[in-house]
């Protein structure tokens, strides 16, 4: 997590301040979720009656974890398709950095 160059010691990783996280915050996530919110409200929708129809009514929590986990995949494969559709810069070697994903499910 931490690099030694010389006498000088380099994070592995992005420090924001609370102005550049607010910032990131408000100028790119609260967008890309009003805009996509709707649409994952749906799909979660869809996947909990299907595993609704799996489950006896007596194992609801099996519902709720079967649809977090697939909610948390559909985010997986989407940052892998934006990634080969080359909408989405990947680094090429572990060395230059690792993806993230951010799921956010209410």
């Known amino acids: 997590m931490i690099i030694k160059d010389g006498s ?16 990131l915050r408000e100028d790119i996530y609260r967008p890309l979720m009003e805009e996509t919110e709707s649409i994952l409200t749906v799909l979660g929708k869809r996947i909990s009656a299907m595993h609704k129809a799996d489950f006896p009514k007596i194992t609801k929590s099996y519902v709720d974890y079967h649809t977090y986990v697939d909610l948390w995949d559909f985010g997986i494969y989407t940052l892998m398709y934006a ?3 080359k909408k989405l810069w990947m680094p090429e070697k572990p060395e230059q950095g690792t993806p993230l994903t951010l799921v956010m499910i209410k």
Do not use: L, N, R
Not at 8 to 23: H, L, M
């Open 8 to 23: 000088s010691y380099k994070p592995g990783f992005v420090i924001f301040t609370p102005e550049q996280i607010d910032k």
């Open 83 to 85: 990634a080969q559709d």
